[in-house]
């Protein structure tokens, strides 16, 4: 079975700081992308990262980043400078079964301080 | 501009009562999915259509139904055989596999 595990269920950083948020996964897939989500309180999701396996270089969006560890099956995400706004729930995710079909984590809830 | 469109925001049931999700999509996209969100559980598949007039079941589709008359439409009825149907729903979409595109949700509390 293909699961997806965060084991980070609560974490908090100061305004400013950098975090990094765990995510591992299962798979025996040899091409796939991985994908981070956000879900502030409004409960909009929105799609923060997309990472291609068959890809060396870690995607980067801005002061968000992923360490992708395709040997280890890990994807974590890095949120640098972190600002007020990043507070959210943060969902890590992937296609099951080689099909546009995501399975997701169970979230982070991330709670950035001022 | 394209997007998503869920309503309503907040529904309420009574017991034994079927009530309908809408979830309307102008991306021109061919998949469709529902899903669940408890505290604590993530998001869990319910029904899931990649194309007009097909669509299967996810891990959690007992006491839900779903159709796929249009393109653009993927209702999500929950009826009275799903026994704790409280929790916040998400229709989304997609187009290979650039990822999804999220509705903002409906909240819907039995009463």
């Known amino acids: 079975a293909q699961t997806v595990t965060q084991s980070q269920p609560e974490m908090s950083v100061q305004e400013a700081e950098t975090v990094t948020l765990s995510c591992t996964y299962d798979?025996?897939?040899?091409?796939?992308?991985l994908f981070w989500y956000k879900q502030p309180p409004s409960r909009q999701m929105i799609l923060v990262i997309r990472q291609e396996a068959y890809k060396q270089q870690n995607a980067t969006e801005n002061r968000f980043s992923v360490n992708f560890q395709k040997a280890a099956k890990s994807f974590s995400l890095k949120i640098s400078d972190s600002q007020l706004g990043d507070t959210a729930m943060y969902f890590c995710a992937f296609p099951r079964g080689g099909s546009e079909k995501l399975v997701f984590g169970k979230g982070t809830k991330l709670t950035v301080n001022p | 501009d394209g997007g998503i469109t869920q309503s309503p925001k907040y529904l309420f049931r009574k017991e034994g009562q079927n009530v309908t999700l809408s979830c309307e999509q102008n991306?021109?996209?061919?998949?469709m999915y529902w899903y669940r969100q408890d505290p604590g559980q993530g998001l869990r598949l319910i029904y899931y259509?990649?194309?007009?007039?097909?669509?299967q079941k996810g891990d959690i589709a007992e006491g839900y139904s779903v159709s796929r008359e249009k393109k653009e439409s993927f209702p999500l009825t929950v009826t009275s055989a799903q026994k704790n149907p409280t929790a916040f729903y998400l229709c989304a979409s997609s187009m290979g596999f650039e990822g999804y595109t999220f509705g903002s949700g409906t909240r819907l509390t039995v009463v």
């Open positions: 259509s990649q194309i007009v007039n097909d669509f």
């Open positions: 991306l021109n996209h061919d998949a």
């Open positions: 798979t025996s897939e040899s091409n796939y992308y």
